[in-house]
């Protein structure tokens, strides 16, 4: 099984293009685990824990019902702050083979620099990480 490590923010288009990249790998249906997370704010992390879960966030439920969907093996878990951290603790944690971040269409001069979780999970991440655009529904 092949497992890659599906961080999430609060963009649905970003959401939407690292679900329809994971579905686009090969053998996705048969051979491939995804773990969607979210790192939750302080304060949703200091909610009672009826409410403080991952799955209330839009953008992880859309994510985990595409890639179901398509048959894809989806696990959530919840993210730590802050988020670069919490994403490099989750993929040693499930020992990921890969990372699938999104990223926000850049100026020519921005495209230099990705966002700052961005940057720092491809600086700092031991698994390979793959940056993927925007997707519209």
Do not use: C, W
């Not at 579905?23 to 491939?32: G, V």
């Amino acid at each position: 099984m092949y497992t890659i490590l599906v961080p999430v923010d609060a963009d649905e288009d970003r959401a939407r293009g690292q679900a329809a990249f994971v579905t686009e790998l090969p053998s996705a249906d048969t051979q491939i685990k995804a773990i969607v997370t979210h790192a939750l704010t302080k304060e949703e992390a200091e909610a009672p824990e009826e409410i403080r879960n991952v799955e209330r966030i839009s953008t992880v439920r859309l994510v985990r019902e595409y890639l179901e969907d398509h048959e894809v093996d989806v696990e959530l878990a919840e993210g730590t702050q802050p988020p670069a951290d919490g994403i490099r603790d989750l993929a040693d944690e499930f020992d990921v083979d890969q990372i699938v971040m999104g990223s926000r269409k850049r100026s020519p001069t921005g495209k230099a620099v990705f966002g700052s979780v961005s940057q720092q999970v491809l600086l700092e991440a031991d698994d390979p990480v793959t940056v993927v655009g925007s997707r519209d529904e």
